[in-house]
């Protein structure tokens, strides 16, 4: 009979689903039951990572979904965080992430989950499909079921929590808000919890924009809508028009962040964190009429994250914590007149990884090669390799992985295929468990000659083959 399965432990990941919805999160350390270990939450490959920005080697990994994550939202106390995927099985997992534990399982959606978020009470969650789903739902965090179902006309690009509606005199409804746009429309929902009912009313934008991505402002008058255009708007709520439209980048606006109000300046009392398709961060302040920027600090890649890092949220310089499309996750301070800093906490792949070899008797060293003819390179501590598992003794050889690995033996001591471990190992999130074939090779795989460039990661670039 065939050899029993034996089990193999993810001990190790770099990878960044940097190109899905809101990939990386910042939480409270203690809010994640650990004592103060983890204050990152971030998708990479099919797992939701919790990290440390003070120990790189620190992480732990939720399990549960078979395809990369598209979108990831942490709610506001850090308590809980819901993952979504497309594939064969569309599903978005709502996490307990104190105890490690997944707490729903939500199967409503036919092609695939494109945006995922928490209500401001922690009490719904709403979870949005793609264009060929259509489908927004909003789910109850207390029993798990289905509070209302609405299938849009138009397909929505982005959609964001607009908090407890206000009446006439602005004071709070038990009605909750929230906003969708696409393109060349933006629509404020209403939702009553107590019978489901689900209405909307289109905004006046005044121009005709592709919209990316909504951020209420936090006394919900106002709502930002970054568009594909580069630019964002600001949108009067309670009279569903436009007051000013301001250009923001060069790309596409991929992330916005909106501040408390500073006190300090009633004038401008409205602060916003845009972060661009080029790379860019900006600080704004405004009246919702007018706005200018504060600060700016530039990033690789489309900024797909940015979140405030520390208890300082209105003094400059502030500190963030930013993720890019390029696979970077920034430690960032935004301050003026030149003076805003960076430093990478991580950097992976954007990309397939074809093949990956450890360098010949130095276990410690490992190149991987990438699909654009780079090869990158990292020198990693005596106890944790750039992708480690702990391999089991079964002679299983993982097809996945085989023909990454030339003159490799024809039986590996791993235990399972790295599909099991890692299914999307050559997807853009590039987990990198291909390592473990690597070095369970009894010969480490040839690569090409390379020539060592300072940078980060030590990124070596082919030479001649």
């Known amino acids: 009979g065939a050899a029993a399965m034996a089990t193999m432990e993810l001990v190790h990941a770099i990878g960044l689903n940097g190109s899905a ?192 991505c909504l951020a209420f402002s936090e006394d919900r008058e106002y709502i930002f809508a970054g568009s594909t255009s580069g630019d964002f708007s600001a949108l009067h709520v309670k009279n569903k028009v436009m007051h000013c439209v301001t250009a923001a980048c060069s790309n596409a606006v991929a992330s916005m962040l909106a501040l408390p109000p500073d006190a300090r300046f009633p004038n401008e009392p409205y602060r916003i964190i845009v972060g661009g398709g080029d790379g860019s961060v900006t600080l704004y302040a405004g009246d919702g009429r007018h706005f200018r920027d504060l600060a700016a600090v530039q990033l690789e890649g489309a900024v797909s994250s940015v979140q405030l890092h520390g208890p300082n949220s209105f003094d400059l310089p502030l500190p963030l914590i930013a993720a890019t499309s390029k696979g970077f996750i920034y430690q960032a301070s935004l301050d003026a007149a030149h003076l805003s800093a960076r430093r990478v906490v991580q950097q992976s792949h954007c990309g397939p990884v074809p093949a990956v070899a450890f360098a010949p008797g130095a276990a410690a060293a490992v190149a991987t090669a990438l699909s654009s003819s780079t090869i990158s390179a990292t020198v990693s501590s005596a106890t944790s390799c750039f992708a480690a598992v702990a391999l089991a003794t079964s002679p299983v050889a993982p097809a996945a992985a085989s023909s990454s690995v030339s003159s490799a033996p024809s039986s590996y001591p791993a235990a399972r295929t790295l599909a099991s471990i890692c299914p999307c190992a050559p997807l853009a999130s590039a987990w990198l468990a291909f390592a473990a074939v690597a070095a369970a090779s009894s010969r480490p795989a040839s690569i090409s000659t390379v020539l060592p460039v300072p940078g980060v990661f030590g990124r070596w670039r082919r030479t001649a083959t």
């Open 21 to 212: 919805e809101q990939p990386l999160h910042v939480i409270q350390p203690e809010s994640a039951g650990d004592n103060g270990t983890h204050d990152l939450v971030y998708a990479s490959g099919g797992c939701v990572v919790l990290a440390s920005l003070r120990d790189a080697h620190c992480q732990e990994f939720l399990r549960a979904h078979d395809a990369a994550i598209t979108c990831l939202s942490v709610s506001g106390s850090g308590a809980l965080a819901c993952s979504g995927q497309h594939g064969d099985n569309p599903d978005a997992i709502v996490w307990d992430l104190q105890r490690r534990v997944q707490l729903f399982r939500l199967q409503e959606h036919d092609h695939g989950v494109a945006s995922v978020g928490f209500s401001q009470d922690e009490r719904f969650l709403y979870t949005m499909g793609v264009s060929q789903d259509s489908k927004l739902v909003v789910w109850d965090l207390q029993t798990g079921c289905i509070v209302s179902t609405q299938v849009l006309n138009k397909p929505a690009h982005c959609i964001a929590w607009g908090g407890r509606k206000k009446d006439i005199k602005g004071r709070d409804t038990t009605m909750l808000q929230l906003a969708t746009a696409g393109s060349a429309y933006l629509k404020i929902w209403t939702l009553d919890p107590a019978t489901g009912s689900l209405t909307s009313e289109d905004c006046v934008t005044g121009i005709s924009r592709n919209y990316s």
